[in-house]
């Protein structure tokens, strides 16, 4: 299975590495072995993650909201799954066409739902 990491999740992965550097630069640098880590093992079991739209479930905003974001053609078929060691860390991807499309890679502490509705395909 061929592995797409889009740009918005680069981004997420270096941002991450940074914020921790301030306090390990060690534990920074294992951060990148840990996604591509995690990006292998996914490609090879995809169905591991948790649908994204189990989330929506779990959150508080307005029925009208989550019936919306349920329907968005964005969020279909993305999954999340936590990075091993960077337990609050979960990238976000959706399989097509024998492809691993990473679109993010989000910490946990973060609003979630709003992020997951911004969610974009990665661009090719």
């Known amino acids: 299975m061929q592995l ?32 591509e880590f995690t990006c292998v093992l996914l490609a090879s079991m995809p169905e591991m993650g948790t649908p994204v739209d189990d989330l929506l479930d779990t959150c508080e905003l307005g029925e009208e909201i989550k019936e919306i974001l349920h329907a968005s053609p964005l969020l279909e078929s993305v999954r999340r799954f936590p990075i091993k060691r960077f337990r609050k860390l979960l990238i976000f991807y959706k399989v097509e066409n024998n492809s691993l499309n990473v679109l993010r890679v989000i910490s946990a502490r973060r609003d979630l739902p709003t992020l997951s509705a911004d969610m974009e395909l990665p661009k090719n």
Do not use: C, R
């Open 4 to 35: 797409n990491i889009s740009e918005e999740a680069w981004a997420d992965i270096i941002e991450t590495a940074v914020y921790i550097a301030q306090d390990k630069l060690s534990v920074a640098n294992d951060v990148f072995d840990k996604v």
